[in-house]
């Protein structure tokens, strides 16, 4: 997992490159985190999903972010401290989790001078079938192939195809 202790490193001698993934879900963000980790490019995950944000936090002894802009830049230090390896530092956001967390002066810095991976999906349609399917298998960090479940609803389709618009245009504003 992620948030496993294992995956802690030493703190880097030198201020670490930056990289940030962008992407909203179904893109291929997790194919890309497993390439780079195998790589020693960082170790890119979704540090600011709550649940990850409070195991990190708490075992480093840090206050858990939770939204709280105060708490944000103790646990931005520490996850670049504790997470960096070979002098980079990865993470990837959906987002969502980049306007609950990082829309702050902690945010503001972790984006300063960082090298950002902008990730979208060119097959939109089969996105939103991958999307609707996780929702209905309860998994999102993995392969889930749409023929291990019924056929998802028009309904959960609409749906899935509203999110991947909505966190589209949302990144598409964030960069302009």
Known sequence: KAYDAQLDQQPPYAAPERVIICAGPRTGSNALSRA???AGI????????????????????????????RA???YVRTLIEK???????????????????LCNPAGQALF???????????DAQAQAVSLAVAHDAGSFGGSVKPRDLPPASSR????????ILREDANFQRFFA
Do not use: C
């Open 72 to 74: 944000v830049d103790g």
């Open 156 to 163: 959960q389709l609409r749906r899935a195809v509203t999110s």
């Open 112 to 122: 300063a001078g960082a090298h950002l991976i902008y990730l979208t999906r060119g």
């Open 83 to 101: 997470r960096s390896i070979n002098g980079i530092f990865a993470t990837k956001l959906q987002f969502w989790q980049l306007q609950r967390a």
């Open 42 to 69: 960082g170790v890119p995950t979704e540090y600011f999903l709550p649940d990850y944000e409070q195991r990190l936090a708490k075992r480093w002894g840090v206050p858990v972010p939770a939204g709280r802009p």
């Open 36 to 38: 780079m980790l195998a």
